[in-house]
């Protein structure tokens, strides 16, 4: 309200000038006018256009002005296409590995020295790769990864070689020392080369001791291990050990808590090359100290000797832990694979196909990088 009672007091004091240029100017007002001019916005009137104008112009101009009003909407095409076929190519195109360490990789720990700890070797890490090896010192322990399929403990004055680590086989070779394999991979995957046996993984912990003349010790904690050369094969269960000899291969395996007669009288037969036929009396111990347990034992047996001591063997045997309804007596004197499978699986100390789908594998695949 003060506002319009404002303005009609100006228009009674006769300044229209102000609002719409019809009064008395103001000389005040007509110097800020004057001043202000050269800011003034200057109209310009654009004639319309004709309505005919575009189809009474010559055909060029005609085309001519319909190409330039077309290439933006072309140039907004064309853009959205490369975009499009932009995305498609970097989603689909191959990207280049990342680089990171191959091998396997290996922390070594020194330990400190007994009477200078300052002189011990810092540990280090590093990796190794396939065709080279890891030698542990005197005063130095290792662990090694497994890829992804576990873990090695390296004992000192060990010699350890990496042969293969495909997806398929993880495959070492033990020189000397000694390895605890921590392996939690498919059975047969992980591979130990010994100097007078192959160690196969059937899914466990063990440790492996391998000495300078190329003989060793097979110890399982879990699981069971697969010891094999050249036909011959030695099973061996958590619990159990089996010894091999650069001769004859492996040995026949043996729980740790049997007797000391039983054990010893087992390592008179395996000193012999080839068979236990030789020495009766050790097989009279072997088989008098048998407990049930011990049946491992002589279910290897019946491969390793002679016709006449098989069927003392296998009397035994079925005192002890008597065969499945589908083992026969004759089946297993003629040592017919499949009946000595099932009275293996009967002893409920690991399932034999594992093995078996081992050997077929290894055949197939054997001298083919996998």
């Known amino acids: 309200?003060?506002?319009?009672?404002?303005?009609?007091?100006?228009?009674?004091?006769?300044?229209?000038?102000?609002?719409?240029?019809?009064?008395?100017?103001?000389?005040?007002?007509?110097?800020?006018?004057?001043?202000?001019?050269?800011?003034?916005?200057?109209?310009?009137?654009?004639?319309?256009?004709?309505?005919?104008?575009?189809?009474?112009?010559?055909?060029?101009?005609?085309?001519?002005?319909?190409?330039?009003?077309?290439?933006?909407?072309?140039?907004?095409?064309?853009?959205?296409?490369?975009?499009?076929?932009s995305s498609l190519w970097f989603s689909l195109a191959p990207r280049p590995p990342l680089s990171a360490p191959t091998g396997w990789q290996v922390h070594i720990t020194a330990k400190p020295a007994q009477t200078d700890p300052s002189n011990?070797?810092?540990?280090?890490?590093?990796?190794?790769?396939?065709?080279?090896?890891?030698?542990?010192?005197?005063?130095?322990?290792?662990?090694?990864?497994?890829?992804?399929?576990?873990?090695?403990?390296?004992?000192?004055?060990t010699r350890l070689r990496l042969l293969q680590s495909g997806t398929a086989r993880k495959h070492v070779a033990l020189d000397r020392g000694t390895i605890r394999a921590t392996i939690w991979a498919t059975p047969g995957q992980f591979v130990v080369d010994t100097p007078s046996a192959m160690a196969v993984d059937l899914g466990c912990i063990y440790t492996l001791q391998v000495n300078d003349?190329?003989?060793?010790?097979?110890?399982?904690?879990?699981?069971?291990?697969?010891?094999?050369?050249?036909?011959?094969?030695?099973?061996?269960?958590?619990?159990?050990?089996?010894?091999?000899?650069p001769q004859s291969g492996p040995g026949t395996p043996y729980f740790?808590?049997?007797?000391?007669?039983?054990?010893?009288?087992?390592?008179?037969?395996?000193?012999?090359?080839?068979?236990?036929?030789?020495?009766?009396?050790?097989?009279?111990?072997?088989?008098?100290?048998?407990?049930?347990?011990?049946?491992?034992?002589?279910w290897h047996l019946l491969s390793r000797v002679d016709p006449a001591s098989r069927a003392v063997i296998y009397d035994r045997l079925v005192q002890l832990v008597p065969p499945p309804g589908d083992v026969t007596r004759?089946?297993?004197?003629?040592?017919?694979?499949?009946?000595?499978?099932?009275?293996?699986n009967g002893l409920d100390l690991g399932d034999i196909t594992l093995w078996r789908h081992w050997e077929r594998t290894w055949i197939d695949t054997r001298g083919q990088p996998n």
């Open 256 to 298: 740790e808590d049997a007797s000391p007669a039983f054990q010893s009288a087992l390592g008179q037969f395996d000193s012999n090359a080839k068979n236990i036929s030789g020495d009766p009396s050790a097989l009279r111990i072997l088989l008098g100290e048998a407990r049930k347990r011990d049946a491992l034992t002589l």
């Open 330 to 344: 004759d089946a297993i004197l003629h040592l017919d694979r499949a009946a000595l499978d099932s009275w293996w």
């Open 213 to 245: 003349d190329g003989s060793g010790t097979l110890r399982t904690t879990l699981g069971w291990v697969g010891f094999h050369r050249d036909g011959r094969d030695s099973f061996i269960p958590a619990g159990a050990a089996c010894s091999t000899h």
């Open 1 to 85: 309200m003060s506002k319009m009672r404002h303005r009609r007091d100006i228009k009674k004091t006769g300044s229209d000038y102000v609002w719409d240029r019809s009064g008395q100017p103001d000389p005040q007002i007509q110097r800020l006018e004057h001043t202000l001019a050269a800011f003034r916005h200057q109209r310009t009137v654009v004639p319309p256009f004709p309505e005919n104008a575009f189809t009474s112009a010559p055909l060029p101009w005609r085309e001519s002005l319909l190409l330039h009003l077309h290439i933006p909407r072309l140039a907004a095409a064309a853009l959205i296409a490369f975009a499009i076929v």
């Open 120 to 157: 011990s070797t810092p540990p280090e890490k590093q990796w190794l790769q396939v065709g080279e090896a890891l030698e542990t010192p005197a005063n130095s322990t290792a662990t090694v990864s497994v890829a992804e399929i576990g873990r090695l403990d390296v004992e000192p004055l």
